[in-house]
T-cell receptor, first 116, second 114 residues
Framework: GAVVSQHPSWVICKSGTSVKIECRSL??????MFWYRQFPKQSLMLMAT?????????EQGVEKDKFLINHASLTLSTLTVTSAHPEDSSFYIC????????????FGPGTRLLVL | SQQGEEDPQALSIQEGENATMNCSYK?????LQWYRQNSGRGLVHLIL?????REKHSGRLRVTLDTSKKSSSLLITASRAADTASYFC??????????????FGTGTRLTVIP
């Protein structure tokens, strides 16, 4: 149980295009989903938190107009990198959690984005 | 930044030896968790220790938590080549803004030599 999937697993795009990454909780309902970014050989940095049906909460320094997050249902959240540039190339990881303070977050396998 | 720090950054040991990784954090926490990440992959949750706990065991894993020093350690006993991965600690505040957010440490890259 508690499986989270991401699609696509990797994507290469041209500079200026937009890329959408999907995060799905396959066997549970996720009240909260989290998006992280990880640069090579670095740690995960929280980008934003989204609750189903409400606007995402972005961490300081993360542009909400550049990284659009939609959490339309209890099993799906999407991250759209708009007008991607080479510096947006990174490993994007989502996680999903249920309500409650002590719960574990379940992580997706990640999406590697390369912007040329 | 709420990001924690881990040391060592990299650790290389022989199979069968024990591996110890340390994590320090900055803010008050509700719990601290350890995760494992194989190269280029997602994270696997290993163990969670709450702020009122001092030690926890799970199989070959032993985690300690010292809230007065804001530090934790992860011990992997009798290491195996398959334990080769990056290990991250992550803290959760548990209250206030961002109560359920996880903030990750810088990670330790463990290599277990067969």
């Amino acid at each position: 149980g508690a499986v989270v999937s991401q699609h696509p697993s990797w994507v290469i795009c041209k500079s200026g295009t937009s890329v959408k990454i999907e995060c799905r909780s396959l066997d549970f309902q996720a009240t909260t989903m989290f998006w992280y970014r990880q640069f090579p050989k670095q740690s995960l940095m929280l980008m934003a938190t989204s609750n189903e049906g409400s606007k995402a909460t972005y961490e300081q320094g993360v542009e909400k107009d550049k990284f659009l997050i939609n959490h339309a249902s209890l099993t799906l959240s999407t991250l759209t990198v708009t007008s991607a540039h080479p510096e947006d190339s990174s490993f994007y990881i989502c996680s999903a959690g249920t309500s409650g303070q002590g719960e574990t977050q379940y992580f997706g396998p990640g999406t590697r984005l390369l912007v040329l | 930044s709420q990001q924690g720090e881990e040391d060592p950054q990299a650790l290389s040991i022989q199979e069968g030896e024990n591996a110890t990784m340390n994590c320090s954090y900055k803010t008050s926490i509700n719990n601290l968790q350890w995760y494992r990440q194989n190269s280029g992959r997602g994270l696997v949750h290993l163990i969670l220790i709450r702020s009122n706990e001092r030690e926890k065991h799970s199989g070959r894993l032993r985690v300690t938590l010292d809230t007065s020093k804001k530090s934790s350690s992860l011990l992997i006993t009798a290491s195996r080549a398959a334990d080769t991965a990056s290990y991250f600690c992550a803290t959760k505040k548990g209250r206030g803004v961002g109560a359920n957010n996880l903030f990750f440490g810088t990670g330790t890259r463990l290599t277990v030599i067969p």
